[in-house]
């Protein structure tokens, strides 16, 4: 057993891990954080995606201990002062989530392209959501989710 | 007047819960000292089991529970009382459940299946319809491998008369369809939790779409209330086999929160297992299956291999169709019958034809299996009508819009069961259509109604 210390949504965790635990286990079956979903669990779906150090990674195959004294983010981490973050506004308000299983990978991802891209074209955001599956949606209106929180954002800013 | 929900455009009620990531699906659901159940598959497609030995599962440190036919109380469900929860001779398909494990961790479950021994008798299998059809092949189901609809062994839909439509028609098209099977591919994996409670009642946290059927059968597997739930052992269909006098507040079943189904859930995947390891080891017991037991084992959408006959006059109507289809059911009734039933009374499709006969055949292979997606057995006619109404115009030279609207339905006209259509739209819908896409139809089309037939 090693111990993983590392923080996640900005508390400091400490957990016991093997050296084959994964960090979505850890999420999951560790720390009850249960947003990081199990979808295929072989790097396939992007429903476990999380943020460490802000870089989108699917927690499903990423070593837990590769989390050492890093941050890392899942959704519950997005609202800041109980303000929603404008991605999870937009996702509600333009029916980016159905079923909303692959909701908070997708949110993720999504934050993941707007820190480094925050005016994508739709192209842009297709591209960068591609390792996400959706089976309910079509996509159309994630993108469309997307688009918005990114004009908000650009007004907010100005 | 403003109405506060017509005409507006409403939050989704889980919207919220779904962007904060407060959703709890199945597999969320946390319950101190829950087993991880694994399940032991056949490794054959057919055959017959010898013996079975699951001592040195149990015996293992950190295992709870194995179960195996023996443990269960009434081994046939669905619909149509066919499949069994854990096999006990008779193995029908390639992954087909013998044993169940539960054990304190998953690496002990996996473990304690791969001890696991099992003596087989393997059997030569058939995979396709057709041969599964043939008379010497061999037998999937001891009563035959085809589904008996009532006294015949196909769904029969008659209007009119063909034989006499096709004597009036210019030409004739005749087709053959094949639609693959498909996998629905939700993102939740099928899963289930069952906490049993000191009483010897369960709570089961389901992924079901259908809440209420299988209630049903679990209270009919499980044999909750004995001198109220008969165990019927499968027998040739006569009717409904729904029980539904069922002690209901045995379990308490809590679902609702799917993430996604598409008729993958419509079935009992896990829920029965669960609820047994739970009552044998009196602990809580949690199923997730693997994406790849989902992709191989999950029900999914049967293949079809459709015939299609059409007679049709010069000026583009369709005076008669006969449609001979061949629904591939895998090894178990499920809802295929039911898919077959939907396909066959409207596989003629949305149009007014005078003289329909349909064929619906339900045949069974050892493949696993198939059960309810998206529209049932309708998606697959439409693919099949629809590339024939194209092939139709190439051969009479004229334009697939133009048969389309020919025939499309008008109000009063009825369908090949003879269901009366009155809010029908068809014509409109196509015209908008036209427009959208940007086809310049001629006035003849664009002044059609579906409330006259021109
Ligand atoms: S669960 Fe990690 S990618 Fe699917
Ligand atoms: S909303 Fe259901 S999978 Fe995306």
Known sequence: MYSLEFTVNGQLCQVAVDLKTTLLEVLRDKL?????????????????????????????????????????????????????????????????????FCTPGMILASKALLDENPKPTREEAKEALSGNLCRCTGYGKIIDSVMAAAEQMAQAKS | MTMKVVGQRVKRYDGMAHVTGETRFVDDVIVPGTLTIKAFRSPVAKGNIKDLDTSAAEAMPGVAGVITAEDVPCNAYGLVPDQPVLVEKAVRYKGEPIAAVAAVDEDTAVEAINKIKLDIEEEKPVFDPLEAMKPDAPKVRPEGNVFM?????????????????????????????????????????????????????????????????????????????????????????????????????????????????????????????????????GQPCKWRWTREEDLLYSTFRGAWRMTIKDGITKDGRIVARQIKSIRDAGAYSTLNFYVVDKHSFLAAGPYFIENVYVQGYCVYTNKPPASSMRGFGITPATFATEVQIDKIATQLGMDPWEIRFVNAFRKGEHTATRRVVNSVALVEVMQKLAEKAGVDLPDKLMTMTSTERG
């Open chain 1, 32 to 100: 009850f954080i249960t947003s990081p979903k199990v979808g295929c669990n072989t790097g396939d779906c992007g429903t476990c995606s999380v943020l460490m150090n802000g870089k989108l990674v699917r927690s499903c195959i990423t070593n837990a201990l590769s989390a050492q004294g890093k941050e890392v983010t899942t959704i519950e981490g997005l609202a800041e002062a109980g303000e929603l973050h404008p991605l999870q506004e937009a996702f509600h308000d333009n029916y980016g989530a159905q079923c909303g």
């Open chain 2, 149 to 281: 609809f009532g006294e015949r062994p196909f769904r029969q839909i008659i209007l009119g008369d063909v034989e006499e439509g096709f004597k009036k028609a210019d030409i004739i098209v005749e087709n053959e369809y094949l639609h693959p099977s498909l996998e629905h591919a939700q993102l939740e994996p099928q899963a289930s939790l069952a906490v049993p409670d000191a009483g010897g009642k369960l709570t089961i946290y389901t992924v079901s779409q259908a809440l209420y059927f299988h209630l049903g059968q679990l209270l009919g597997i499980l044999q909750m209330e004995p001198d109220k739930v008969q165990c019927k052992q499968w027998a040739p269909r006569t009717g409904s086999s729904w029980r539904h006098n069922a002690g209901f507040s045995d379990i308490n079943y809590v679902g609702g929160t799917v993430g996604g189904g598409f008729g993958a859930k419509n079935d009992i995947h896990a829920d029965h297992v669960t609820a047994l390891l739970a009552l044998k080891t």
